[in-house]
C-alpha cells in the first residue's frame, strides 16, 4: 500500500479546517475515493496558567455577552483567538500500488489548494521511518 499522511496545522483558524474538511468531502464523493482519503481533526484546548485566570475568563466572557449588541474591536478579536484550540487536520491517503500516480498527484494537488495553502504542512510519506508511529497516532485520534 501506498500510504501518506498529510498534516496541516491551521492554529486557531477553526473556519479553514472547516472548510478543509468540505473540500476533503467533495473530493471524496466526486472522484468516488471512499476510503482511500480519510480526514481527522486534532485539537489542543489552551492550557489554563491558574485558577485566577479562569475566573478572569469567566468575567470576560460574561462581559463579551453583554457587550453582543456592539460592534467587536480588533482587541475582541485578539482574546477570542487566545481562547481557541489550535486545530491540525491529518489528511490520510491509502492507495493500493497499482494507484501510484493517484496517490503522487493527491499529493501534489492538497496542499496547493486554497484552504490549505494558508495552513502550515508536514507530508510524511510511504519509506520515512516516522510512519508507522504517524499511522498509528493517526488511528487513534477521533
Same mark, same amino acid.
Given at each position: 500500500m501506498?500510504q501518506?499522511?498529510?498534516?496541516?496545522n491551521?492554529g486557531?483558524?477553526? *473556519?479553514? $479546517?472547516q472548510? &478543509?474538511? /468540505?473540500?476533503?468531502?467533495a473530493?471524496k464523493?466526486?472522484f468516488?475515493l471512499g476510503? %482511500?482519503?480519510?480526514?481527522k481533526?486534532?485539537?489542543?484546548e489552551?492550557?489554563?496558567?491558574?485558577?485566577g485566570?479562569?475566573g478572569?475568563a469567566?468575567e470576560?466572557a460574561s462581559?463579551?455577552k453583554?457587550?453582543?449588541?456592539?460592534?467587536?474591536?480588533?482587541?475582541?478579536h485578539? *482574546?477570542? $483567538?487566545?481562547? &481557541?484550540a /489550535?486545530v491540525r487536520?491529518?489528511?490520510?491517503?491509502d492507495f493500493?500500488?497499482?494507484? %501510484?500516480?493517484s496517490?503522487?498527484?493527491?499529493?501534489d494537488?492538497i496542499p496547493t489548494e486554497?484552504?490549505f495553502?494558508?495552513a502550515?504542512?508536514e507530508?510524511i510519506?510511504?519509506?520515512?521511518a516516522?510512519?508507522?508511529?504517524?499511522?498509528e497516532?493517526f488511528?487513534s485520534?477521533?
Amino acid at each position: 500500500m501506498a500510504q501518506s499522511i498529510l498534516i496541516f496545522n491551521f492554529g486557531t483558524n477553526e *473556519e479553514a $479546517a472547516q472548510q &478543509a474538511r /468540505h473540500k476533503v468531502d467533495a473530493w471524496k464523493q466526486g472522484f468516488r475515493l471512499g476510503s %482511500k482519503m480519510s480526514l481527522k481533526f486534532d485539537r489542543k484546548e489552551p492550557t489554563a496558567k491558574g485558577a485566577g485566570e479562569n475566573g478572569a475568563a469567566a468575567e470576560r466572557a460574561s462581559a463579551e455577552k453583554k457587550a453582543a449588541g456592539k460592534k467587536p474591536g480588533p482587541k475582541a478579536h485578539h *482574546e477570542k $483567538a487566545e481562547g &481557541a484550540a /489550535h486545530v491540525r487536520v491529518w489528511v490520510r491517503l491509502d492507495f493500493s500500488e497499482h494507484e %501510484k500516480l493517484s496517490h503522487q498527484r493527491w499529493l501534489d494537488r492538497i496542499p496547493t489548494e486554497e484552504p490549505f495553502k494558508s495552513a502550515e504542512a508536514e507530508t510524511i510519506r510511504t519509506g520515512d521511518a516516522g510512519l508507522p508511529e504517524t499511522a498509528e497516532l493517526f488511528d487513534s485520534l477521533d
